[in-house]
């Protein structure tokens, strides 16, 4: 059985920046906009450590804001490193994806 | 952890409030920097909250098992520089030498141990008896490290482990205690003892802090600084 989850976080960090490019937000927000744009298999829990990993690299930062509902919430905004890898990753997608689609459609007319 | 920190967790289910603690503990033994720990457990409570307020359970909001979990927040968080754990290390051995001496005193207050005698605050016993509780307590320590270490794996395995292990450390230092060593006396005075323990505990809770906070301010100062750049 093809193994999904692979695919997916390869793909979800480039999605994550591309989000929080548009503007400032946070985790459940990122989610919500996720699954609305057909990611529909994940939690905020896949997200949350994919947000962490990105801070680490420097890709976004985080910074606390007042949440109604209890202690702060982070709000994340993407910074000049995240730019530069969310352009490489948005290259790198068209090429792979167009790729992809040109093997299909020749082993599509083979097969025809 | 912090006052606000703990009032949220209270506020939460009963089964939030379990598998938050779990995570915790779990988190607090793999050597994560200590902002980014508060912060992640900050963050995790916020999605428990969040997560009550919609109706949904804690573990589709996590949607994998929490051992998995965690171990990817691990993974993926910035941990202790190595002057952090070596503080940590210190902090447990204080934690280790604040407590030996007043539970000696206490249980030859109450029990009349053979080998020891108290006159006023002062504990007056042979070396060896010191060494014995003191390896001992390092045990029971160190053992309920790596029991909060061991969260998500099966806990009957893990809490026999514990247990036989702490009374093998005594039965072992026991046997031991007669055959090895001198019986050189010392005195202890207990509030003495206790005073020095705590002043070098908040010694180094301070300088620990102060690391943390040094590193975390670092890394966000550079990446403000990348901001303002653009």
Known sequence: MFDKSQLMRGTLEGCILKIISKKTTYGYEILEYLKTNGFDDIAEGTIYPLLLRLEKQGSITAQLQPSPLGPKRKYFTITPVGRADLESFQQY??????????????????DA | MRKELRQAIRRLSATNRKTLRNMAAYLATRHLNEIVYEETISDLVGMAQESEQRGQPFSEVVGMDFGAFCRDLVANSPRQTWGEQLLEIMRSVLWCGLCIVPVLYALELFLNMDRSSHAGLVLAAPVAFLIKYTVVAVALVLGRFYVRRATYKPQRIVLTAYLVGCMLTFITMDALQSKLWLSVEFRINIAVWIGMFVVLLLLCDLAKRLIATTVAYRQSKNKNKQIDEE
């Not at chain 1, 997608?93 to 083979?110: H, I, M, Y």
Request: hydrophobic share 40%; no cysteine.
């Open chain 1, 93 to 110: 997608w068209w090429n792979l994806s167009g790729a992809v689609n040109r093997l299909e459609k020749r082993v599509g007319d083979e």
